[in-house]
């Protein structure tokens, strides 16, 4: 955004030679995320475009609650697979009763096609 009307107002700060605009950071009192699994300790492992915003927020929070699709005790998830470690999770709970909606909904039926006879 450097040179344009983004930048306006805004600290400029060379750094290697090129020009960037400085933002303040998100700053949050409470994020509330939902992940797949998790653990007691507050480890938690996204799923699908869950990974895309959720991570940020953890981290951007003062106090983080997260709400599990499933909920598993310390120590049971594979350190390579956690996305957000417990530190930056203050809550966590196991949800119930999720909506697993289809991503493709019919609104009439299908058209059926002339029979050859």
């Given at each position: 955004g450097y040179g344009t009307e983004v930048a306006l107002g805004k600290e400029t700060r060379e750094f290697d030679g090129k020009m960037y605009v400085l933002e303040e950071?998100?700053?949050?009192?409470?994020?509330?995320?939902?992940?797949w699994k998790g653990d007691e300790a507050?480890?938690?492992?996204?799923?699908?475009?869950a990974r895309n915003f959720n991570p940020c927020m953890?981290?951007?929070?003062?106090?983080?609650?997260?709400?599990?699709?499933?909920l598993v005790p310390a120590g049971h998830l594979n350190p390579n697979d956690i996305h957000i470690p417990g530190i930056f999770v203050q809550r966590v709970f196991q949800g119930s009763n999720y909506e697993k909606r289809i991503e493709q909904r019919t609104v009439r039926s299908k058209i059926q096609s002339p029979s050859k006879t």
């Amino acid at each position: 955004g450097y040179g344009t009307e983004v930048a306006l107002g805004k600290e400029t700060r060379e750094f290697d030679g090129k020009m960037y605009v400085l933002e303040e950071a998100f700053k949050a009192d409470f994020s509330f995320v939902k992940a797949w699994k998790g653990d007691e300790a507050g480890n938690l492992i996204f799923k699908g475009t869950a990974r895309n915003f959720n991570p940020c927020m953890c981290g951007a929070a003062q106090i983080t609650v997260a709400e599990v699709e499933e909920l598993v005790p310390a120590g049971h998830l594979n350190p390579n697979d956690i996305h957000i470690p417990g530190i930056f999770v203050q809550r966590v709970f196991q949800g119930s009763n999720y909506e697993k909606r289809i991503e493709q909904r019919t609104v009439r039926s299908k058209i059926q096609s002339p029979s050859k006879t």
